[in-house]
């Protein structure tokens, strides 16, 4: 083999074993058809447009969750803001399945760290402006969107940057819908119970018995989050839905926060919320989800 100046490239072998012997041509062109052949299976097995799509879903919701965060402890209190933490909390366990069926790699290579580095400025800025949103009564109130502006241009932004150039990808096989497994099946009812509650109790009066089951609500869904790698954890749960189990997710999230932050609200109203978001999804457990094998 030659360089670019035309001069032999001399091999310096390793002390006591004699220099290999260059490849032929043919073995060459090979070793070069193999490499293709690698890339395009890993453009198989990680769909970088379903990651883009995600990076955009997360930093939409983040950006909604933020929102009504701020609005729920400048206005609210109580327990308000621990629902929506915890609907956060449940749908960030839930996107780490979705990210782990696309193929998701988590690497920290020299490249990468710009891209981090930016992420964590941004991050700490995001902070930073939702405290003031929050602890600074003179903050003004068009203050508690920017945390949310920030994350939708920032991340959203970087997610609509891989999704154009994952646009020339060659497209990933057709998953063929399959009946979500018993154990996903229970865990899908399991968060539509959990937000039903959520529900139900976020519109309920605060109290101390309104404060004590929220409490217990939260902690019985931390061991299920300690769980995630069961069967009936969140992330493999996550990881077997599909588009009609995350509008149902939508859907329920959505009712959630009208439910808690819209005032006067009757308990039974919230009640009745909580049942038919628990029908939703005892309903949309019997849709077909993903199928995992592929």
Same mark, same amino acid.
């Given at each position: 083999?030659?360089?670019?100046?035309?001069?032999?490239?001399?091999?310096?072998?390793?002390?006591?074993?004699?220099?290999?012997?260059?490849?032929?041509?043919?073995?060459?062109?090979?070793?070069?058809?193999?490499?293709?052949?690698?890339?395009?299976?890993?453009?198989? $097995?990680?769909?970088?447009?379903?990651?883009?799509?995600?990076?955009?879903?997360? &930093?939409?919701?983040?950006? $909604?969750?933020? /929102?009504?965060? /701020?609005?729920?402890?400048?206005?609210?209190?109580?327990?308000?803001?621990?629902?929506? $933490?915890?609907?956060?909390? /449940?749908?960030?366990?839930?996107?780490?399945?979705?990210?782990?069926?696309? #193929?998701?790699?988590?690497?920290?290579?020299?490249?990468?760290?710009?891209?981090?580095?930016?992420?964590?400025?941004?991050?700490?800025?995001?902070?930073?402006?939702f405290g003031f949103a929050v602890f600074y009564p003179g903050?003004?109130?068009?203050?508690?969107?920017?945390?949310?502006?920030?994350?939708?241009?920032?991340?959203?932004?970087y997610g609509a940057v891989q999704l154009a150039l994952a *646009?020339?990808?060659?497209?990933?096989?057709?998953?063929?819908?399959?009946?979500?497994?018993?154990?996903?099946?229970?865990?899908?009812?399991?968060? #539509?119970?959990?937000?039903? $509650?959520?529900?139900?109790?976020?519109?309920?009066?605060?109290?101390?018995?309104?404060?004590?089951?929220?409490?217990?609500?939260?902690?019985?869904?931390? /061991?299920?989050?300690? &769980?995630?790698?069961?069967?009936?954890?969140?992330?493999?749960? #996550?990881? *077997?839905?599909?588009?009609?189990?995350?509008?149902?997710?939508?859907?329920?999230?959505?009712?959630?926060?009208?439910?808690?932050?819209?005032?006067?609200?009757?308990?039974?109203?919230?009640?009745?919320? #909580?049942?038919?978001?628990?029908?939703?999804?005892?309903?949309?457990?019997?849709?077909?989800?993903?199928?995992?094998?592929?």
């Amino acid at each position: 083999m030659e360089s670019e100046g035309g001069h032999a490239m001399e091999q310096k072998p390793i002390q006591g074993h004699e220099a290999i012997a260059p490849p032929s041509a043919d073995v060459a062109q090979r070793y070069l058809d193999e490499a293709d052949a690698v890339k395009h299976r890993r453009g198989r $097995v990680v769909d970088r447009r379903a990651l883009a799509w995600l990076q955009i879903a997360n &930093a939409a919701v983040t950006a $909604v969750y933020l /929102v009504a965060l /701020v609005t729920a402890i400048r206005g609210h209190g109580g327990v308000t803001p621990q629902v929506f $933490v915890f609907s956060f909390l /449940v749908w960030g366990q839930l996107s780490t399945g979705m990210a782990q069926r696309s #193929g998701i790699q988590l690497r920290l290579t020299w490249s990468r760290w710009p891209i981090l580095l930016a992420g964590g400025a941004l991050t700490v800025a995001v902070l930073v402006v939702f405290g003031f949103a929050v602890f600074y009564p003179g903050f003004p109130a068009i203050g508690v969107w920017i945390p949310a502006v920030l994350m939708l241009v920032g991340f959203g932004g970087y997610g609509a940057v891989q999704l154009a150039l994952a *646009s020339g990808d060659p497209r990933p096989p057709r998953s063929m819908p399959k009946p979500l497994p018993r154990a996903m099946r229970w865990g899908t009812i399991c968060v #539509g119970v959990a937000l039903g $509650v959520m529900a139900t109790l976020g519109s309920a009066p605060d109290g101390v018995l309104a404060s004590t089951l929220l409490l217990l609500v939260v902690l019985m869904t931390f /061991v299920w989050l300690v &769980a995630a790698r069961s069967e009936m954890g969140l992330p493999a749960v #996550g990881a *077997s839905w599909r588009w009609p189990h995350l509008l149902a997710y939508a859907a329920a999230a959505g009712a959630l926060a009208l439910l808690v932050l819209l005032d006067g609200v009757p308990i039974g109203l919230g009640f009745v919320g #909580g049942l038919m978001i628990i029908a939703l999804f005892i309903a949309v457990s019997f849709v077909r989800g993903r199928d995992l094998r592929d």
